[in-house]
């Protein structure tokens, strides 16, 4: 498998400003050109760590979640990662390694390991190799629901997730899903989708759910509201819920994304 991994560093003097950029009521395209090293953040209790922070709950953009892309340096981690108790995440790493430990129990990552983190859990990360750790890291405000357990943690990886092809496709289009979908204690997937080149969406979706999307590998044309736009490996993109959405993957290699959506829970009526 293969995942984009933003460096960072600065443009030349020399480079033109025109990007891809755009920010709408519907919808937002981060590219990957936006991932610099002066828009970076650090947080509380982690070392030798930076991040680009995607997205965040924000009027007029992101309501339900945040997405980082978090860099770890060798030796840097954190033993005091979140500090939100009523936060649960998935971590999904695309380059370099570490030691994730789970409630007393540590897994050694790689490109493609994929953890799921529920509120309250006990958790540290720490980079113990020569070069970088770089992973997505994505967080939710969990909604509780009396008579329904909190999911459980568990630590995966891509490779042992099988592909569910859409009816219909002959696995042109197809998605790892992380999670049953039936199994309502999560209020949340992150899953990845995959085209192989000539794959489409061949209708604009347009439904409750609000999603994140960061391009792994590849390219395409991706319809947003309504505007078709060109995205590549690297690029973010967000689209509110009810965002008319499509896409074509015209290769010449396949197209992959991690996508985050809300699911399994009422909407709510008020604030």
Known sequence: MR???????LPAQTELTTDR?????????????????????????????????LARPLSGFAETFSWYV????????SERPEGDSEAEGVLLVV????????????HELEPGSYAFLPPGA?????????????????????????????PTAFVTHERDVVMEPMPGTDGAWGTQR?????????????????????G???FPETHVMEHGLYVLEGKAVYLLNKDWVEVQEGDFMWLRAFCPQACYAGGPG???YLLYKDVNRHPRLSP
């Open 3 to 9: 995942y984009w991994v933003p460096t960072g560093g």
């Open 21 to 53: 950029a755009v920010f709408t009521e519907a919808y937002a395209v981060l590219p990957r050109g936006t991932m610099r090293d002066i828009v970076t953040s650090r947080l509380p209790f982690w070392d030798d760590t930076r991040l680009w922070v």
């Open 70 to 77: 978090v860099e770890v340096a060798p030796g840097g981690g």
């Open 95 to 106: 380059g370099g390694g570490g030691t994730l430990t789970v409630d007393g129990t540590a």
């Open 122 to 150: 006990t958790w540290s990360l720490r980079n113990g190799g020569d070069g970088n750790v770089t992973f997505h890291w994505i967080r939710k405000a969990y909604e509780s629901v009396e008579g329904i357990d909190v």
């Open 178 to 198: 992380f999670v049953d979908p039936l199994d309502v204690r999560h209020d949340m997937h992150v899953n990845i989708v995959s085209f192989e080149p000539g």
């Open 200 to 202: 489409a969406i061949p």
């Open 254 to 256: 396949r197209f992959r």
